[in-house]
Structure formats: structure tokens, C-alpha cells
């Protein structure tokens, strides 16, 4: 064991988003990840709140996203917060508004 975390600093659901790594670009695992519960997160990694319940809708769109051009650096590819904050996404429509879009 090299080291060890014996608290959480977190005890909500959030989307987390990696901050780093190469993975960004070759995409061979997963970027986004829906966090529940009690956890410590690094900082290697975004932390999102979002400002509704769909946490999966918000991960899995991240997960399509073509991010390449928001991700700087070569050696190590990074995803600023500045970057990430400037993606513009659409929110799922509520379920008001998928009953009135069905009903037209």
C-alpha cells in the first residue's frame, strides 16, 4: 500500500469528469462517472453538480461529447475547468414538457 484515505469529503451525487490523461483523446475508458454516496475525490478529476436529477443523462452525455477540441497539451492531455465550463449542452426536457410534446 502506498497510501490511504480514511474520510470522505463528499456525501452527495455528482458527475465527476476526469481533469487529465490520455485517455481524453483515446477515449478506452470512461470519462464521466455518475458518484453517490460517501467519497474522496482527487484532483485529477471535475466535479459537477448538476442542477437537476438526471446525474446518468449528464454523464452519458458527456461520454459522447467530441472533447478534443476543449482538451489541450500533448504529453499530457488536460481538460480545464475553463474548457469545460465553455461546453454548451442542453438540459433533457422535463416530463411536463415530453407529455406536451407527445400530446401534439
Known amino acids: 500500500m502506498i497510501d490511504w484515505i480514511d474520510d470522505y469529503i463528499f456525501d452527495r451525487d455528482h458527475v465527476l469528469v476526469s481533469e487529465d490523461g490520455a485517455n481524453l483523446i483515446a477515449r478506452s475508458t470512461p470519462i464521466a462517472f455518475v458518484a453517490r454516496g460517501k467519497y474522496w475525490v482527487n484532483n485529477h478529476a471535475h466535479i459537477l453538480e448538476p442542477i437537476d436529477e438526471n446525474l446518468f443523462y449528464w454523464a452519458e452525455l458527456i461520454e459522447v461529447l467530441d472533447l478534443s477540441i476543449h482538451v489541450t497539451g500533448s504529453a499530457q492531455p488536460k481538460l480545464t475547468s475553463e474548457a469545460l465550463g465553455s461546453i ?14 407527445q400530446k401534439k
Open 88 to 101: 454548451s449542452i442542453t438540459s433533457p426536457p422535463s416530463c411536463e414538457e415530453r407529455f406536451e410534446i
